[in-house]
Each structure stands twice: as C-alpha cells, then as structure tokens.
C-alpha cells in the first residue's frame, strides 16, 4: 500500500507539472523578448550605424575615424555582455542564437578596427597594416556579420513559435549593398588607405613656460635681447620664439615647468622631454658650462596635452643665460624651444658702521666787552671875527 500510495502520489506531482510549465514558459519567453528589446533600444549603437561609418569612413577627420572605430567595439562589446546576463531568465525557446549574433557581432567589431586603423597606420601612425592583410582580416569580419544576422533571425523566429509568440525586434548590421562583399571591398580598403584627411600628421609644441622663481619679463637698453619670456611658446620643431628677456630674482635654483601639446593627429607614447641650460657668451655649437634637466618620458595623446616639471637647475646670480627646451621621438625632434634670461645680482651684505658720539669743543673764557674809547670835550665852535661896521671911508676929506 504504501508503494501505491508513492506512485499514486508522484503521478498527481507529474501530471500537474505538464500544465504548469505552459504558462511558466510562456510568461518566460515574453519576459526574455520584452527585455532583449529593451537592451537593443537603450545601447547607443543602431543597427544602421555601421553602414554609415563604412560609407563615410574616407572623407573622416582622423580622429573621427578613430573615435568611431572604438565606439563600435566598446559598444557592441557591452551589447553582449548584457546579452549574456539576460540569459539567466531561463526562457523555454531556444534563444541561444541571439547570444551567438551579439558575440558574433562584437568580435568583428574588433576585428574591423584591427583591419582599418592598421590601413592608416594605428592611433600612433607608425603600425601599418598592408593592404593585403586588411583585406583578408575584413573578409573575415563580412562573413562573421552575415553569421551574425542569420542567427539573430533564427532566436527571433524561434520565440515567434513558442508558447508565448514573443515578438523580437528585428536587427540586421550587415549594410544592403554590402561593401564588404568582394567586388566592393577593394574599393573601400583603396579609399580609406589613401585619404588624405586620414594620413598621419605630427604636430608637437611647447607651451607654456614657467620658472620659479617667477621671472619679470625686461628689455635690454639696446633692443638685442633674443629668446622668448616665460609662457612663450614654439610651433615649429626647429624655430625658436623671440622677444624680450626674462629677469628672475636673486637665486641659485631654477626650477622650469612647462606644457607639451599635439596640434596633431596621432598620439605620442615615448616623447621625451630634456632642458639645456648655457651661460651667454659661449661659443656657438659647444656645451662648455652648460648643464641638463631630464629627459622626462611623457606619452601625449593626439590633440591632447601633458604638463612635464623638469629637475631643477643650478644659477648664478649676476649670470645671464639660454635655455633650450627639446621633445624628442626617439631620435627625431618634435619641438624646440629657447628662452633667453639673467639672474639679478645678489644684493650685498649688509654692513655695521660703528658711530662715535662726537665731542663738543672746549670753551674758551668769557671776554670783557671792550670799552669804547672816551670820548673827547666837544670843542666849541670858534667864533668868527667881528665885522667892522660899514661906513664911509676914514681920512677923506
């Protein structure tokens, strides 16, 4: 009885089962389309999005062209890894081909920027791919796209007949006409090698220089003063920057800070970056008295920009000198840039000048105001004789 009782017993279990799992799966295969479809609407990345990038790939800016190149990857990338995760709802159709077609998808995405930065020379210009390998690899990546959409079509039909007759949006990347077919390919691979705006451009400048002690810039009072003030900068690899002169306080240290720039389109991992300093008055093409800073090793991203302190650097107060300031790539100059400046004397000592209070002269005796003469009896006025009265003559008759 207690066998029968089992059987019995896991008979009613089985046949409940069977009806259960109807609507389990069908709720499953609904829930699995509703977020597969959600996933594609939210990535940044269309299905269009790569037949427009193939068609405009030769008339791109570089960077553009580069730019797009790691969107592509990046985003087909993320696509299918959220395919992967969304694989633990468990549906009851077989959905593994979406999976397929999103793996599929992104590694011919990897597969294209090999192929195509390689035709241009890679985000450094120097790693060229012959034309004949990118050839092969984008061959490689036109089967994988096809691969790709036909197993996309297959999950899609296949939730289409289960149970719940889940709707999967459509998605094709494989671009109608298909310029990655064969009789299509050589022209694309001949165009995007030979673009001009997609050819290597190096373009490296030193800006913004600065010492510390800050410097004052000055003119000499002959006008002769060459070089450039700090902050100056040099767009040339072999010119150098002209102006007036920089005065730096009274020091023996200089410290020099500066920014390395790329007006260009290619990155620069291994630039490195070294000062030379040499007293005025040295003879041209000689290094006597001079001292070096560096080499710094900087990597400089195209279009991008890297601040580079330098160790600092023994002065003389009193002194004048020229700095030059090199970033090189390997052995080929990149940039130069020269700076011409004086150190101020140092002041003088101060000194202690001892000053004795001074003596106040002797004084001589007092004198008795001198007596003024006497003065003489005030002599009367004499008196004048007397005047005979006038009258007539005496003893005429």
């Known amino acids: 009885m207690l066998a029968v009782g089992v059987v019995a017993a896991v008979s009613g279990v089985v046949t409940q089962v069977g009806p259960a799992s109807l609507p389990y799966r069908r709720s499953a ?8 479809n959600t996933l594609l609407q939210r990535t940044a990345l269309r299905s269009t999005d790569l037949g427009r990038f193939l068609a405009q790939a030769a008339g791109l800016g570089r960077l553009t062209f580069l730019y797009d190149l790691d969107r592509l990857v990046s985003e087909s990338s993320s696509l299918a890894a959220g395919f992967d995760r969304l694989a633990g709802v468990g549906p009851g159709a077989d959905v593994s081909g979406c999976q397929q077609a999103m793996s599929l998808r992104a590694g011919a995405m990897v597969s294209l ?35 790709a959409d036909a197993a996309w079509a297959g ?43 997609l050819a290597p451009r190096r373009a490296v400048v030193i800006t913004a220089v600065g010492f510390t002690p800050e410097a004052v810039p000055f003119s000499s009072s002959s006008g002769s ?27 023996t ?4 800070g500066l ?14 970056v070294s000062a030379r300093l040499t007293p005025s008055g040295a003879p041209r093409g000689t290094s006597a008295g001079s001292v070096t800073s560096g080499p710094v090793r900087v990597s400089l991203p195209a279009a991008g ?27 080929s100059v990149q940039a130069v840039d020269r700076i011409s400046f004086s150190v101020a004397p140092a002041a003088p000592p101060p ?3 001892t000053t004795l209070p001074a003596k106040s002269p002797a004084k001589s005796p007092a004198k008795s105001p001198a007596k003024s003469p006497a003065k003489s009896p005030a002599k009367s006025p004499a008196k004048s004789p007397a005047k005979s009265p006038a009258g007539p003559s005496a003893g005429k008759p």
């Open 29 to 36: 295969d609904l829930d699995y389309a509703a977020l597969a």
């Open 259 to 272: 920014v390395v720039r790329s007006r260009g389109n290619v990155d620069e991992p291994s630039l490195t």
């Open 113 to 147: 920027r090999s192929a195509l930065s390689g035709l241009v020379g890679g985000p450094d210009g120097n790693t060229v791919l012959p034309r004949r390998e990118a050839f092969g690899e984008l061959t490689h990546v036109d089967a994988s796209l096809r691969a």
């Open 225 to 251: 003063s060459s070089g450039s003030s700090s902050g100056s900068s040099s767009g040339s690899s072999s010119g150098s920057s002209s102006g007036s002169g920089s005065l730096l306080p009274p020091t």
């Open 305 to 331: 920009a890297v601040a580079v302190d330098l160790r600092p650097l023994r002065v003389t107060p009193g002194s004048s000198y020229s700095l030059s300031i090199t970033a090189l790539d390997g052995s």
């Open 155 to 197: 999950c899609r039909s296949a939730l289409g007949r289960a149970p719940g007759k889940a709707r999967l949006d459509a998605s094709a990347w494989l671009p109608v006409p298909d310029p990655l077919a064969p009789g299509a390919l050589a022209s694309l691979v001949g165009a995007i090698a030979g673009s001009p705006s």
């Open 351 to 353: 000194t202690t000048t």
């Open 253 to 256: 240290t200089l410290q020099v």
